[in-house]
């Protein structure tokens, strides 16, 4: 009773395992994933923090800014008023400084005006923060061509698995007529070995294929962070080659157009760097002596105003900084176009390589067609004890040749077309 139990149970199992629909992957999905998967997607989120941080900093210059100060000094030699007074005046003493003399200092500075430093600063940071991104999006987007070539590696593998099954299904049944044409003398058991020999190799074949298969999944599976196995099903993508656009709109444009706002940031932070700075100070001490020079005794004092500096200092190097700030302009304008060359000379090549797999494969279904009569009149011509086995399997490895090109051709397809999308990003 309980071994039928077992079986019972065991028997569910294996229904619901068949009923179940296979998982369905596609390459849109494949190439989500492993955006978010990818550890440099943590970057983004760490650009924009220090972005804020650097802000942040900036905006604290408007802040009173305090300095505290200590001094002591001894002086060679200090002021003296000699005073010539009439003989009918009694004599005028007037105190001396003391050679020693000290000074605690606490100031406070308030800037009123900084020539626009602070908001050349903070335009800066956004500019740098924001190439940063844009860098960042062109290393994700290189992420999708090995999506790209390892999801259709993984479609060709097992269009060629289906097929092999079937040469398998062919073979073996040739395999059971020629046992049958030996026990009738119309073979004899060399023929039955080439059959045999020919079933071996596809093994191999199956072997080397489901290896590769197993290593395209595997690595799929590391790319975009999730488990995936051969029983899932792979959905070819459906598309229009007619409609992928030839502009271009890759994010290495948007990165050059960040790169460029960046260098024109450096031009108002130089210009803010030559202007005059206006403050407000309030300074407060405690020395000797204090405010009042002749006074010999510690005293504290106060005072405040209004500071105007302007640092003469920058317009030494201003015109060899405006020279260097041009030569990054040139280095930009030559990287964008040099990229763009690139690109505009590995469109046509795409492009063609698309038409040629079209071409190829409006033959493809013809070529198999002529090779599928050939390989049955073969069939009948060993049956008919006219061919030999062996020239059967040269005609079995030929329809197979032909249908594992169509199947290639259409993979490459594929390939070509999802390659001229990545280079235009279309």
């Known amino acids: 009773m309980r071994s039928k139990k077992i079986f019972l149970l065991?028997?569910?199992?294996?229904?619901?395992?068949v009923l179940l629909p296979a998982q369905i992957i596609t390459l849109s999905e494949m190439q989500q994933k492993a955006e978010a998967n990818y550890p440099a997607i943590a970057r983004y989120d760490i650009i924009e923090k220090t972005k804020e941080f650097d802000l942040s900093n900036a905006n604290r210059a408007y802040l009173p800014q305090g300095t505290l100060s200590a001094q002591a000094t001894w002086q060679s030699d200090v002021t003296h008023l000699a005073v010539d007074l009439p003989e009918e005046m009694p004599p005028l003493t007037i105190p001396v400084p003391d050679q020693d003399q000290y000074r605690l200092l606490a100031e406070l500075n308030q800037l009123i005006w900084d020539g626009g430093n602070i908001s050349a600063q903070k335009r800066s940071l956004k500019a740098n923060a924001e190439v940063q991104k844009k860098q960042l999006d062109t290393e994700m987007y290189a992420l999708h061509e090995r999506v790209n070539n390892l999801y259709?590696?993984?479609?060709?593998?097992?269009?060629?698995?289906?097929?092999?099954?079937?040469?398998?299904?062919e073979l073996q049944r040739n395999y059971e007529n020629v046992a049958t044409y030996v026990k009738n003398g119309v073979a004899n058991e060399a023929d039955l070995s080439a059959v045999k020999v020919e079933q071996l190799k596809a093994g191999q074949q199956r072997i080397q294929l489901e290896a590769t298969l197993d290593a395209y999944i595997r690595m799929l599976s590391v790319l975009a962070g999730t488990s995936l196995n051969e029983e899932m099903t792979f959905v070819k993508p459906n598309l229009d080659d007619e409609l992928i656009s030839p502009i271009i709109n890759r994010p290495e444009l948007k990165m050059f157009n960040a790169q460029e706002q960046a260098i024109e940031t450096q031009e108002s932070l130089l210009k803010a760097k030559n202007m005059p700075r206006l403050g407000a100070f309030v300074q407060g001490g405690y020395a000797k002596p204090g405010l009042n020079m002749f006074d010999t005794e510690f005293s504290p004092y106060f005072l405040g105003g209004i500071r105007l500096s302007w640092n003469f200092a920058n317009l030494y190097t201003l015109q060899n900084d405006k020279k260097k700030i041009d030569l990054q302009q040139q280095t930009l304008k030559t990287q964008r176009e040099t990229f763009l060359q690139n690109l505009f000379m590995q469109i046509p090549l795409q492009q063609t390589e698309i038409e040629k797999y079209k071409k190829t494969m409006l033959d493809d279904e013809e070529i198999i067609r002529h090779q599928?009569?050939?390989?049955?009149?073969?069939?009948?011509?060993?049956?008919?004890?006219?061919?030999?086995?062996?020239?059967?399997?040269?005609?079995?490895?030929?329809?197979?040749?032909?249908?594992?090109?169509?199947?290639l051709h259409?993979?490459?397809?594929?390939?070509?077309?999802?390659a001229l999308k990545h280079t235009t990003n279309n």
């Open 10 to 17: 065991m028997s569910l199992i294996c229904m619901n395992s």
């Open 152 to 169: 259709f590696g993984i479609l060709l593998m097992k269009s060629n698995l289906q097929q092999q099954t079937i040469l398998e299904n």
């Open 372 to 407: 599928t009569l050939i390989r049955k009149a073969a069939e009948v011509k060993v049956e008919n004890g006219t061919m030999t086995v062996s020239d059967l399997m040269k005609e079995i490895n030929s329809e197979e040749a032909a249908k594992q090109a169509k199947t």
């Open 410 to 418: 259409e993979i490459q397809y594929l390939l070509s077309v999802y």
